[in-house]
Nanobody
């Protein structure tokens, strides 16, 4: 069984910064793409940023230039540095990982989510 556990959410004023972290634990052969998705109240879950195992990143237009995603393959972690936060960044942020198993299979796993609230 694999678990993704996020940390680092909280309340911050507009213009401030937060850093989210996610660690994957369990029986893991390797992790392919990892990412952060977010869901604002009353809206659908959307991509914020993703990163491949080799470090290629992809960002939603709304966060480009403000958010930076990174990962540590040895520690099975992915982080999201969020700067210049805006009230519209308020959402529950979910960690995602494509997990490869020792048996040769693969599946997508999600964390439980961490709330980020940006006040005006």
């Amino acid at each position: 069984q694999v678990q993704l556990v996020e940390s680092g959410g909280g309340l911050v004023q507009a213009g401030g910064s937060l850093r989210l972290s996610c660690v994957a634990s369990g029986i893991i052969y390797s992790l392919d793409d990892m990412g952060w998705y977010r869901q604002a109240p009353g809206k659908e879950r959307e991509l914020a940023a993703t990163i491949t195992r080799g470090g290629i990143t992809n960002y939603a237009d709304s966060v480009k230039g403000r958010f930076t995603i990174s990962r540590d393959n040895a520690k099975n972690t992915v982080s999201l540095q969020m700067n210049s936060l805006k009230p519209e960044d308020t959402a529950v942020y979910y960690c995602n990982a494509r997990v490869r198993t020792w048996s040769g299979g693969a599946f997508d796993d999600w964390g439980q989510g961490t709330l980020v609230t940006v006040s005006t």
